[in-house]
């Protein structure tokens, strides 16, 4: 593995061995088996971000860990890494996602040493892979708690159209936006729209720093899911691998015209009839926020 520094403020590009690379993708295909076929065969690109703490706290140690974490990804990855000890953006750098990212992480608030590792986009067949192994990793030479989570970022391209607030109402029906324990940084978002007092609105709205789902762009399909994470989440690799399965078939129904529709008309009833209930001033409200997530639904 070779090492390039590629600016004055600490990003390095760590290239990997190309026979490095060959053992890892091996790896990668046999745990494309943990995914249905309806997943598996399905446009489905994904990337996955890992927030954790370094169990280190001195600064000489800390970079240590980071060389060690380093290490440890560049043995499970078949794509170049680049790391960055001093900020959290290196996006000019990874503008594409083709890497793999591992840098600080400055929302992470418990201490100084906040982590995120981020996988490079790639299928979403790989993702029970590097679930395992990233979690593995983290709990050798990290921590976490109730701030630290998982996000799944999820893309089916511009040849689709996903119905948002299907998506939602579909989460909320399997359990999925309340399976983990809720984050500061990822409110449930029917934490604010089941409350139909305009108070308890108001104090839901207040809590939030980042809805546990969000439509990321429309035009590509791309969402983001924040539901996953708290203390130990890294022991529970097979929920989350099963919540993944979970998430990307409702992705695909909400996607698919017609697909679950009637299940889809009862979930969208029995929300109409919660909103019917609230005055006209209310719902004009009510609209606006639903408008703000990304819901593309009007109620009159």
């Not at 990003?11 to 990997?16: F, K, P």
């Not at 929920?239 to 979970?246: F, R």
């Not at 006209?280 to 703000?292: C, D, L, P, T, V």
Request: hydrophobic letters at 35%; a negative charge.
């Amino acid at each position: 593995m070779t090492i390039e520094k590629l600016d004055e403020e600490g990003t390095l590009l760590w290239e990997l061995e190309e026979t490095v690379k060959e053992v890892a993708q091996v790896k990668m295909i046999t745990s494309e088996l943990k995914l249905t076929d309806q997943v598996i065969n399905s446009d489905m690109q994904a990337g996955v971000e890992f927030e954790f703490y370094s169990k280190y706290i001195d600064p000489e140690d800390f970079e240590t860990f980071m060389v060690n974490v380093i290490e440890a990804v560049s043995k499970i990855n078949d794509t170049n890494i680049i790391s960055n000890l001093n900020r959290s953006d290196n996006s000019i750098h990874n503008p594409d996602y083709k890497m793999f990212e591992i840098k600080r992480d400055d929302s992470l608030v418990t201490n100084a040493f906040g982590i995120e590792m981020t996988t490079p986009k790639t299928k979403v067949s790989r993702m029970p892979y590097y679930i395992d192994e990233v979690f593995r990793i983290i709990r050798i030479y990290g921590s976490t708690d109730a701030t630290a989570g998982v996000h799944l970022n999820l893309s089916l391209g511009n040849t689709y159209s996903i119905d948002f607030w299907k998506f939602i109402l579909l989460m909320e029906h399997h359990g999925l936006l309340s399976s983990w324990t809720s984050r500061i940084c990822s409110t449930n978002v029917m934490d604010l729209l089941n409350c139909i007092k305009e108070k308890e609105a108001k104090i839901q709205k207040g809590k939030r720093t980042g809805w546990n789902v969000e439509l990321k762009d429309s035009k590509r399909n791309f969402i983001e899911i924040r539901t996953i994470g708290g203390e130990d989440y890294e022991y529970k690799s097979e929920q989350v691998i099963k919540e993944l399965q979970q998430i990307c078939e409702i992705f695909i129904s909400a996607a698919t015209p017609g697909h679950e529709q009637k299940l889809y008309d009862e979930l969208k009833l029995a929300q109409d009839l919660k909103v019917a209930k609230i005055s006209k001033i209310k719902i004009k409200k009510y609209n606006e926020a639903m408008e703000r997530i990304g819901i593309e639904y009007k109620y009159t």
